[in-house]
Each structure stands twice: as structure tokens, then as C-alpha cells.
């Protein structure tokens, strides 16, 4: 085990303890047999990873591989680093936040009592651990991931601090995976795609703001939406996530990139325009056009 390596995994531990007189271990409002099962607590932690979210930068790392070097057994572990690390990410986020959560009713394994934050942040270490093996074995890239690592680390602390700016670091983040993907390959990308990227993520995270400005404001953050006015910030992340989509879709190049991109502009155009949908379902199937325009921006 490398240092940096011991460094992660001790900011884990320190960051999932909490002051005295709350345990880590205590219950959280659990419902009768909610984790009083193997595959109760395994759902749980499967859950907490986000399978959905975490495959989009798993996607970018594997496709951005394959797209230079052909489907290979290096781009499935690529793509496994990077899924393993987003999960990774998503645990320590929850851990921190489950107070927070728990305020604006948001259903997380943690918050809602299924997952104790001691098993979660085990299960985190265990993550990042499996990014290090997989980086391993592809044999490029560690540093990215390393760093990455890092800045997941101090996402929570920082959105707290400086709630403003939550959407463009979660964008750089989600350059992190493209980045990755041209540093095992050595093949770097052109900057549009990187901005098309951060573009709709930047939009799709003033849409959550909107959606969870009550529960910013009673835990004190000072968001987009808190300053901007909850339409508002609702039409105007709307807008940049068809935009960048609509952009992405004209200048993809043609085979794969091009289906994949209009794949995505349209789903995104029949997940905003579906009738009687809350905006929490609408972000949530987000992901489906957010996994398209990743193959797509791998794949240009």
C-alpha cells in the first residue's frame, strides 16, 4: 500500500467520526427489518453507490479506452476504477451529509437508517482500495484517480463553505473520467467536449438546487437557487442542459458519437417534457441522457 493510499484511507476514518455523544453506529430512524437482513444490507449498500450515477464516469473511462484501443479487457478496468472511485465518492458524500439529508427527506441508505455511516465508511475504504487494484492492473492514470480521489474527499466541506461553486466543481469532477480515459490511452481530447460536459452538469446541478433549496436553506447554505429564486434557477438549468445537449447532438462526428448524442438530446427533451413528473424523477432520469452524451463524448 502506497502512501498516498494510507493518507485516503485515514481522511475516511477521521472524516466519518463524529463528536462525542454520537455514535456511529446508532440507529437512524430504522423502520422494522430495514437492514435485518444480508440482503437487506446488501441492497443497502449497493444503494448508497448509486449504481445509476456512478456508471456515467465509469462509462466515459471504459468507452474513451475502447474508442482508441479497441474493446479490450483495459477499458472494462478503466471503466471499473472510475465507477469504483464515483461510488467511492457518493459514500464519503452521504456520510457527511446525512444530517442534511435526513432534514430535507432525501431517501439514502444512511439517512433513512438502512446503512449505519461505521458500515458505509468501511464499505468507502473498500472502494477505494478496488480503484487502486484496478488502476493496477491498466497500468496508467493513477494519478488522476489519486487526485480525484482527493477532491472527493473535500467536496462535501467545500459545497458546504462555498455552496456557490458546487455546480463547477461537480464539472470538474465529471471531466475527471474523460481526462482519465486520454491519460491510459495517450490520446488527449479537444476542449469542446470537456465544456459540453461541465455545461450540463452545471445546469443539471442548478435543477437539484431548485429542488433542494428548503433543505439548504434550513441547513444554512446559500446556493443558486437560495439567492437566485427557485423558477428561476429551475429555468435557467433547464436551458443549459438542452442547450449544451442540443450543441453536442450538431457537432458530434458521425457513427457512434452521433447516435449517441441524439440519443441523449432527445431523451433529455422527453424526460423534461413528460407530463406529470416531479422535478425530483426528472433529475433522477437525467442520468439516462447524461449516459448517452458520455458515450458520445468518449466516443468524438
Known amino acids: 500500500m502506497t502512501g498516498l493510499e494510507r493518507f485516503l484511507m485515514t481522511g475516511i476514518e477521521e472524516l ?30 449497493l444503494e448508497s453507490t448509486r449504481p445509476v450515477s456512478s456508471l456515467v464516469p465509469g462509462t466515459v473511462a471504459c468507452v474513451a ?38 432534514a430535507a427527506g432525501v431517501s439514502r441508505p444512511i439517512a433513512r437508517g438502512a446503512l449505519s455511516r461505521r458500515a458505509a465508511a468501511l464499505f468507502a475504504v473498500v472502494l477505494l482500495l478496488m480503484t487502486f487494484a484496478f488502476s493496477a492492473w491498466v497500468g496508467a492514470g493513477g494519478g488522476v484517480l489519486a ?5 472527493l474527499l473535500l467536496y462535501t466541506p467545500s459545497a458546504r463553505k462555498l455552496p456557490l461553486i458546487k455546480g463547477l466543481y461537480v464539472a470538474a469532477l465529471c471531466i475527471a ?32 438546487d431548485s429542488n433542494e433549496m428548503a433543505g439548504d436553506r434550513s441547513a ?10 427557485e423558477l428561476r434557477t ?11 445537449m ?5 457537432i458530434a462526428p458521425g457513427g457512434v458519437a452521433r447516435i449517441a448524442a441524439l440519443a441523449a ?25 447524461m449516459l448517452a452524451a458520455a458515450v458520445a463524448l468518449a466516443w468524438g
Not at 437512524?28 to 437482513?37: D, H, L, T
Not at 487526485?147 to 477532491?151: E, I, N, P
Not at 482519465?180 to 495517450?186: A, D, R
Not at 438549468?237 to 449544451?244: D, E, I, K, N, R
Open 265 to 289: 438530446f432527445v431523451s433529455l427533451l422527453c424526460v423534461l417534457a413528460w407530463p406529470h413528473l416531479d422535478d425530483a424523477k426528472k433529475i433522477a432520469l437525467s442520468r439516462i441522457p
Open 177 to 208: 473520467p474523460l481526462y482519465y480515459g486520454s491519460q491510459v490511452t495517450g490520446a488527449p481530447y479537444a476542449w469542446p467536449p470537456y465544456v459540453l460536459l461541465s455545461l450540463f452538469i452545471v445546469g443539471r446541478e442548478a435543477l437539484m
Open 147 to 151: 487526485a480525484t480521489a482527493v477532491v
Open 65 to 102: 479506452v475502447f474508442a482508441r484501443e479497441g474493446v479490450c479487457v483495459r477499458g472494462l478496468l478503466a471503466g471499473l476504477a472510475m465507477y469504483s472511485l464515483t461510488a467511492f465518492g457518493f459514500q464519503v458524500n452521504d456520510i457527511l451529509d446525512y444530517a442534511k439529508d435526513r
Open 16 to 45: 466519518s467520526a463524529i463528536k462525542s455523544g454520537d455514535s456511529l453506529t446508532e440507529p437512524i430512524a430504522v423502520k422494522p427489518g430495514s437492514a435485518s437482513s444480508i440482503a437487506g444490507r446488501f441492497v443497502a449498500l
Open 220 to 229: 444554512g447554505m446559500v446556493t443558486v437557487a437560495v439567492v437566485f429564486g
Open 246 to 250: 442540443a450543441v453536442l447532438a450538431s
Open 234 to 244: 429551475k429555468r435557467a438549468g433547464t436551458l443549459v442542459m438542452v442547450l449544451s
